[in-house]
């Protein structure tokens, strides 16, 4: 009868597998452990990481990395609200009638960009890194860098594999040296980024991706550049009002009256470059599917798969970057863009450096500045104890009953010698009672 009672080992070891699952899940929240090589990795020699989980609640991430000498380590990665896309953006919603239903978080209430750094340890080398993060309904996207790779969670699928790309170029130091101003507008068709697909919870999101994309750029122009992003505005516009109705051969022709008529009414004289995420391209009238169309200060971006690093792409062309092979600056001739390698080159730093961004534009970032804090205080001189008054007396046997010249108090050590605290506090003493002797006369 005993028997009867035991539970098979088979389903003991589920309920248990179930058990720890939940418990992993309820504290890590969201974990990605499977990850897909994107393009040619020989001649990468570091490590790689070989999970991240994410617990939004203390907002840090668990990363276990796996070095070269086959060793894991597990590092705590905490995460930080976004400069470049602040908490308190300036959102210009949309007329009422924009698209219907409502879309979530078009205001971007709970939707979070994060920054991650890290955390130090005495004890082990951190590896070079940096982190470009979205999350918004307990789901994380977005890019980072841990050594010389690039990881990708993707938010247009509903797969949770991380692509992996190598990242040959690019900076260890990650430290610009220039800050841009840029701004979004986005219209009703890229909202609705999936209309024309069948990925089930994606529609209505595509602000998300449109701001995401910005913040990856971000991460990347400060790895290989040395510029970094502030996003000023984010400006819904329906996609009528966006078109010319007497330049729809030319889509840049279009979005350029737009900004001519408007871009005093929305502060957007003194940005660097204006995007436009658009749900079509339909109107360049170029026939060539790109995914991009720029000039030397917009940029209209279509909705596409590759979204996360194509806004980069449309950058480095408003830069007048060329198109290298093996960077993300390769030519893009599809709405369904594969980027085998996502930083720019040593070969687009150097044009930068000989032609270098309109000052207008551009505020200067020095990493020598002293940092400014508050001066600091003057300690108030407590009151000295009593019974250290009355040890010191004539009458009294002293603190020390010293058994060496005075002159050596100081270089000699042993029975009888003044330690420095205790002739810091004998010093103090003997002005206390100067000082004391004095106002007595």
Known sequence: ?????????????????????????????????????????NGVTTGYVTSISFDHEINQATLHYLNVAGISDEFTVDLTPS????????????????????????DLTDVEFLQGQIAA???????????????????????????????????????????????????????????VKVSAVIDENYVQSDASGDRI????VGHLFALESVHVMDGLLSDSLGI?????????????????????????????????????????????ATFYFRGSLSQTGSGTGQPTETNDHIAVINNTPGYQF????????????????????????????????????????????????PEQFVQRISADAPEVGDPPQEESAGELDEGLIIAELPESGGIIADDEPAANFIETGGSGVFAPGVLVLWLSLMQYRRRHAFNRQ
């Open 201 to 204: 919870g994606m529609d209505n």
């Open 83 to 106: 400069a470049t896309i602040a908490a308190g953006l300036p959102v210009f919603l949309p007329p009422a009638d924009f698209l219907q239903p409502p879309p979530p978080a078009l």
């Open 1 to 41: 009868m005993s028997h009867s009672l035991k539970f098979p080992q088979q389903v003991l070891l589920m309920i248990l597998a179930l058990v720890a699952m939940g418990s992993h899940g309820l504290a890590l929240g969201q974990v990605f452990d499977q990850f897909r090589l994107v393009g040619n990795h």
């Open 121 to 179: 340890s005495e004890d082990r080398t951190t590896p070079a890194h940096w982190f470009r993060l979205t999350h918004y309904d307990n789901r994380w996207s977005g890019v980072f860098r841990v050594d010389n790779r690039i990881y990708s969670i993707d938010r247009y699928t509903d797969e949770d594999t991380i692509a992996v790309r190598a990242a040959v170029h690019g900076d260890q130091v990650f430290r610009p040296d220039q800050r």
């Open 310 to 357: 194509v806004t980069a792409n449309a950058f480095g062309r408003l830069l007048n970057l060329a198109a290298e092979p093996d960077t993300i600056q390769q030519h893009l001739s599809t709405d369904n863009p594969i980027f085998t390698r996502v930083l720019w080159s040593d070969n687009h730093k150097r044009y930068l450096d000989d032609n270098a961004l």
């Open 228 to 272: 970094t992003l502030l996003l000023e505005h984010l400006i819904y516009q329906p996609s009528a009002s966006i078109t010319d109705t007497t330049s729809q051969a030319n889509i840049l022709a279009a979005t350029e009256t737009w900004l001519d008529n408007h871009a005093d009414a929305f502060g957007l004289t003194d940005n660097f």
